[in-house]
């Protein structure tokens, strides 16, 4: 099967499509590594494909693709899978803001910023009150 490029976002990604004419997404390592727009992507890269139906969504997620380490990209993809085996409802938008949210709280910590938890002390009143 012949794949190709229709945009390369880094060395780790590159944009396809779909038989039906949908972009996919397609990561693994050094997938878009010296690529051009038409080239046939190597099958034997591709370590994972996103299918984001909302074209929007799917764009947000380029973007955050070419500017973010893909292994943020994996966690939020193992958190999506295992939140569909709990048969929970799943919008395409959390591939994108569980990423960029796990890029930004990665950030945080290198930077050695710490925030605070404005409900904590809310919480422990709440549960103090519980138990007695």
């Not at 591939?95 to 910590?109: E, F, G």
């Amino acid at each position: 099967m012949n794949v190709k490029i229709i945009r390369v976002l880094n060395t780790n990604a590159v944009v396809s499509v779909d038989s039906q004419g949908m972009e996919l997404i397609m990561t693994g390592q050094g997938i878009g590594f010296k690529k051009r727009k038409g080239e046939n992507i190597d099958q034997s890269l591709v370590d994972k494909t996103y299918h984001l139906e909302n074209k929007e969504e799917s764009k947000r997620l380029q973007e955050v693709v070419k500017e973010i380490s893909e292994e943020y990209l994996g966690i939020a993809d193992r958190v999506v899978k295992e939140a569909k085996k709990e048969k929970l409802e799943i919008r395409d938008s959390l591939y994108v803001t569980l990423t960029d949210h796990i890029n930004s709280a990665v950030a945080r910590y290198r930077e050695g910023i710490a925030l605070k938890n404005m409900m904590k002390l809310h919480l422990l009143q709440c549960i103090s009150c519980l138990q007695n």
